[in-house]
């Protein structure tokens, strides 16, 4: 069991669609990150958020928008994607990003499709 | 820009047997980590490597750092079934907790 939790765990959208992949930890962790995961291939960055402030955002297209309300919650909204996002949404968390010997701690992920 | 590289991508092995996945960096770090997935599963942290030098074991894995050579090695001995998955080394450039991945192996232990 991990102790990153994210809903949903599959998701299948239409372009058109709008929705929410939602990620909480309970951890205390003040860091927390959406990576993005092809099927076969390595977790990739998407955004870093510290301290509830957006701290990094690895060019990636503005129909994926994340938001933090508060230090255990990070969302990422999705709107007008297109067949080629569809991968494994991956929420991480770690004590901050600056600690040693803190490694990211993963969530299960969001399987996406998009139709 | 920083590059990860681990090879072998994919390594079918009989239980058993021993072998050593190779992870290679192209820029200076000193933190390094390996993870595991299973398929369809998220990422387990297996080990954290924060010094030149450092080893740490952990059952029949056994990691280590030469960030001289920038290069990681994880250890398996004596595979069990149970080991099979996808293992991802990870090395943090200085940047805070930005990670970039290796492409990943994927191990195969067969009975």
């Known amino acids: 069991d991990t102790e990153v939790t994210q809903t949903p765990k599959h998701l299948v959208m239409g372009m058109t669609n709008k929705k929410s992949l939602k990620c909480e930890q309970h951890m205390g962790h003040r860091a927390m990150y959406w990576y993005k995961q092809k099927a076969k291939k390595p977790p990739e960055l998407m955004f870093v958020y510290s301290y509830e402030k957006l701290s990094i955002n690895e060019s990636v297209p503005s129909r994926f928008s994340p938001e933090c309300p508060n230090s255990s919650l990070l969302n990422l909204h999705l709107h007008a994607l297109q067949p080629e996002d569809s991968a494994l949404y991956l929420c991480a968390s770690s004590q901050d990003r600056s600690s040693y010997n803190s490694p990211l701690h993963f969530g299960n992920g969001t399987r996406l499709t998009v139709t | 820009e920083l590059k990860v590289e681990q090879n072998p991508l994919f390594l079918s092995m009989q239980e058993g047997k021993n072998y050593t996945i190779y992870c290679n960096y192209s820029?200076?770090?000193?933190?390094l980590y390996w993870y595991r997935q299973d398929p369809g599963k998220s990422l387990e942290s297996l080990f954290v490597?924060?010094?030149?030098?450092a080893v740490k074991q952990e059952g029949r894995l056994m990691a280590s750092l030469d960030t001289k050579a920038r290069l990681s090695t994880l250890h398996i001995t004596a595979a069990v079934h149970d080991l099979s998955a996808t293992y991802f080394c990870a090395v943090d450039n200085y940047a805070g907790n930005m990670l970039t991945f290796g492409g990943g192996t994927r191990l195969m232990v067969k009975p």
């Open positions: 820029t200076t770090s000193d933190r």
């Open positions: 490597l924060l010094s030149n030098g």
